[in-house]
């Protein structure tokens, strides 16, 4: 992110949209994620159907959409119909601005003071979960003359409450008084009233939680403040059918088609779950495959030695991507729809695969390898490689570096690209830049431009 004067504009990765009839320009490298944009918005309408009426869905695309991308699969989700987003820092809140995306934008932590004014002029709405930073967060807003921002635009504030997390949040004898120096502020609203689960899973635990954001609503009622709106379950709590759906239900993991992981969904959210498509492929060719005499060491240590003549391919990403090196010795992926073991230590920029058992021709380069999603009868999903690493499926598709090129599917056709870089004289689509307005402008339209 760029401070330019007064104005904040954002960098973001160039994404090129096919242009029709016409295919999208070669990969920059042959290793790459796919997204399916048609099975996002199917979860999406699917978790949306599963909320009592009245109830909204607010999509959570922080960490880059769970490392899916959070300017294509927020555009497909607000086309599809999903009426507002949540996102953790300011700078996600603002790329989506960029982006055209124009629904409300919740920003879940806490931002610098000193950022207000950018707030209220891309009409963000902001948490506040600690006395202090709110005190300072008012007290921009009490400073900020009418000419700064243009008329009518008021900053909405969520009160986050503790009630278990242990990690941020206003105490509930405390929210009373927050929640009225936020009415008595100038260009400050009281939008929202929130909390977020310790262990969706755990039925007491949760059912405490929720009492706790209880009492905090009632001391507000006894106060006369008018209720805002109320939000405590995420995925996990939905689907474990443990937590209140009060007036929004925040959804990020389940949306891109991952269960969470561990969880025990509730016998009437069954059939949701098992509706859930995963949204994101990962796959690559080999930059090598080669024969390798028995008693050869692959890769860093080396913590694998062949014990017989090996066929070995050589996948061009590693932890540098987002596999992670816990992955070493320990990973499967799939080739020809098979499972074939991963050897070696994963580098920073490979991973090696023994393909000797492989059936049928030798392995080449010209082999696609899958290391999350399906091919033929197999699937490898993010769950089972979080297994292998010993971490969970939400660290292993947020870890995914943007270095990594995304296709994004739609109607079986390849309509978008995000990469680092890109041809930008490449003539068969648009290239979509960061937008150059200044943030006083309006918001774009609904959607994306």
Same mark, same amino acid.
């Given at each position: 992110?760029?401070?330019?004067?007064?104005?904040?504009?954002?960098?973001?990765?160039?994404?090129?949209?096919?242009?029709?009839?016409?295919?999208?320009?070669?990969?920059?490298?042959?290793?790459?994620?796919?997204?399916?944009?048609?099975? @996002?918005?199917?979860?999406?309408?699917?978790?949306?159907?599963?909320?009592?009426?009245?109830?909204?869905?607010?999509?959570?695309?922080?960490?880059?959409?769970?490392?899916?991308?959070?300017?294509?699969?927020?555009?497909?989700?607000?086309?599809?119909?999903?009426?507002? @987003?949540?996102?953790?820092?300011?700078?996600?809140?603002?790329?989506?601005?960029?982006?055209?995306?124009? /629904?409300?934008?919740?920003?879940?932590?806490?931002?610098?003071?000193?950022?207000?004014?950018?707030?209220?002029?891309?009409? #963000?709405?902001?948490?506040?979960?600690?006395?202090?930073?709110?005190?300072?967060?008012?007290?921009?807003? !009490?400073?900020?003359?009418?000419?700064?921002?243009?008329?009518?635009?008021?900053?909405?504030?969520?009160?986050?409450?503790?009630?278990?997390? +242990?990690?941020?949040?206003?105490?509930?004898?405390?929210?009373?008084?927050?929640?009225?120096?936020?009415?008595?502020?100038?260009?400050?609203? @009281?939008?929202? #009233?929130?909390?977020?689960?310790?262990?969706?899973?755990?039925?007491?635990?949760?059912?405490?939680?929720?009492?706790?954001?209880?009492?905090?609503?009632?001391?507000?009622?006894?106060?006369?403040?008018?209720?805002?709106?109320?939000?405590?379950?995420?995925?996990? +709590?939905?689907?474990?059918?443990?937590?209140?759906?009060?007036?929004?239900?925040?959804?990020?993991?389940?949306?891109?088609?991952?269960?969470?992981?561990?969880?025990? %969904?509730?016998?009437?959210?069954?059939?949701?779950?098992?509706?859930?498509?995963?949204?994101?492929?990962?796959?690559?060719?080999?930059?090598?495959?080669?024969?390798?005499?028995?008693?050869?060491?692959?890769?860093?240590?080396?913590?694998?030695?062949?014990?017989?003549?090996?066929?070995?391919?050589?996948?061009?990403?590693?932890?540098? !991507?987002? #596999?992670?090196?816990?992955?070493?010795?320990?990973?499967?992926?799939?080739?020809?729809?098979?499972?074939?073991?991963?050897?070696?230590?994963?580098?920073?920029?490979?991973?090696?695969?023994?393909?000797?058992?492989?059936?049928?021709?030798? /392995?080449?380069?010209?082999?696609?390898?899958?290391?999350?999603?399906?091919?033929?009868?197999?699937?490898?999903?993010?769950?089972?490689?979080?297994?292998?690493?010993?971490?969970?499926?939400?660290?292993?598709?947020?870890?995914?570096?943007?270095?990594?090129?995304? %296709?994004?599917?739609?109607?079986?056709?390849?309509?978008?690209?995000?990469?680092?870089?890109?041809?930008?004289?490449?003539?068969?689509?648009?290239? +979509?830049?960061?937008?150059?307005?200044?943030?006083?402008?309006?918001? +774009?339209?609904?959607?994306?431009?």
């Amino acid at each position: 992110m760029l401070q330019v004067g007064a104005r904040i504009v954002a960098t973001r990765l160039p994404l090129i949209e096919a242009a029709p009839g016409q295919p999208l320009p070669p990969l920059p490298r042959s290793a790459w994620i796919e997204i399916d944009l048609d099975a @996002l918005v199917s979860n999406a309408r699917l978790l949306q159907g599963s909320l009592p009426s009245g109830v909204r869905l607010e999509a959570v695309v922080k960490g880059d959409a769970y490392g899916h991308g959070a300017v294509p699969v927020a555009c497909a989700l607000v086309a599809a119909g999903v009426q507002s @987003l949540s996102v953790a820092t300011f700078d996600e809140g603002l790329e989506l601005r960029q982006a055209g995306i124009s /629904v409300p934008i919740l920003v879940l932590f806490p931002i610098p003071p000193e950022l207000v004014p950018d707030a209220v002029r891309l009409s #963000l709405s902001v948490t506040a979960g600690d006395q202090t930073l709110l005190e300072r967060t008012l007290a921009v807003l !009490d400073r900020l003359a009418d000419a700064a921002v243009p008329a009518g635009r008021e900053l909405p504030i969520h009160l986050e409450v503790e009630t278990g997390l +242990g990690r941020g949040g206003l105490h509930s004898s405390d929210v009373p008084a927050a929640a009225a120096a936020i009415e008595a502020a100038p260009r400050a609203r @009281l939008a929202g #009233l929130w909390s977020h689960l310790q262990a969706a899973g755990d039925p007491d635990r949760t059912a405490d939680q929720a009492a706790r954001l209880g009492v905090a609503s009632n001391l507000l009622e006894e106060v006369g403040i008018t209720m805002p709106d109320r939000h405590l379950a995420a995925s996990g +709590g939905l689907l474990a059918a443990s937590a209140p759906g009060y007036d929004v239900v925040r959804i990020g993991l389940a949306m891109y088609g991952i269960v969470p992981d561990g969880l025990t %969904v509730g016998e009437r959210h069954a059939a949701t779950a098992a509706g859930l498509k995963p949204i994101l492929s990962l796959r690559a060719r080999p930059v090598r495959v080669t024969e390798l005499a028995a008693g050869m060491g692959v890769s860093y240590g080396p913590t694998f030695i062949t014990s017989r003549p090996s066929r070995i391919a050589t996948l061009p990403l590693g932890y540098a !991507d987002g #596999l992670p090196r816990s992955l070493s010795n320990k990973a499967q992926v799939l080739v020809r729809g098979g499972r074939v073991p991963a050897v070696g230590t994963v580098a920073m920029d490979a991973v090696m695969i023994d393909v000797t058992d492989v059936p049928g021709a030798p /392995v080449s380069v010209d082999d696609e390898f899958t290391l999350i999603g399906t091919q033929g009868e197999e699937t490898i999903d993010a769950i089972e490689m979080a297994q292998w690493g010993n971490t969970i499926s939400y660290e292993i598709v947020t870890a995914m570096s943007g270095r990594l090129p995304r %296709v994004y599917y739609a109607a079986a056709r390849a309509v978008q690209m995000r990469a680092v870089a890109c041809d930008l004289e490449w003539g068969g689509g648009e290239v +979509g830049r960061p937008d150059a307005r200044g943030s006083e402008e309006e918001p +774009g339209p609904l959607g994306c431009e």
